[in-house]
């Protein structure tokens, strides 16, 4: 097992019982565990923001397939960054709209550049960028 480091951290009364709040509602048992997530999503957010490290995600989108040229822009760019794709899933949750989930690897910068090509194009009603690391 990893060593691990104690460390103490001084807050002001009121954002500890803030805090404590938070991490209740989430279901923290402890706040040791809710630290070193906030610490590790702060990191990877980090790598993420300099674009140069590789990160793991999803692109999550919904969309009205009878929207004109929705379908062939969304392949299109898929097909642009297919480095980049690990694997698609796609569900038709009714007559109109459309739910897929696009598993993305590869340098933050890229993945975020295709989230955002995704999300612009019209007739995609949601698309949400999901990015993890191993930090
Ligand atoms: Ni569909």
Do not use: W
Not at 39 to 50: G, P, S
Not at 91 to 105: S, T
């Amino acid at each position: 097992m990893e060593k691990i480091t104690r460390i103490g951290v001084s807050l002001e009364p009121d954002l500890l019982k803030k805090f404590d709040r938070l991490i209740e509602k989430k279901g923290y048992a402890n706040r040791s565990k809710a630290v070193r997530d906030l610490i590790r999503k702060a990191l990877v957010t980090e790598t993420y923001e300099k674009g140069d490290k590789q990160v793991y995600g999803t692109i999550t989108m919904v969309y009205d397939h009878h929207v004109g040229g929705v379908t062939d822009k969304l392949l299109r760019y898929q097909h642009d960054y297919r480095r980049n794709i690990m694997t698609t899933s796609h569900v038709h949750i009714d007559h109109k709209n459309c739910l897929e989930v696009v598993v993305v690897k590869g340098k933050a910068k890229s993945i975020k550049e295709m989230a955002d090509k995704i999300a612009s194009v019209r007739g995609v009603r949601h698309g949400e960028l999901s990015i993890t690391g191993l930090e």
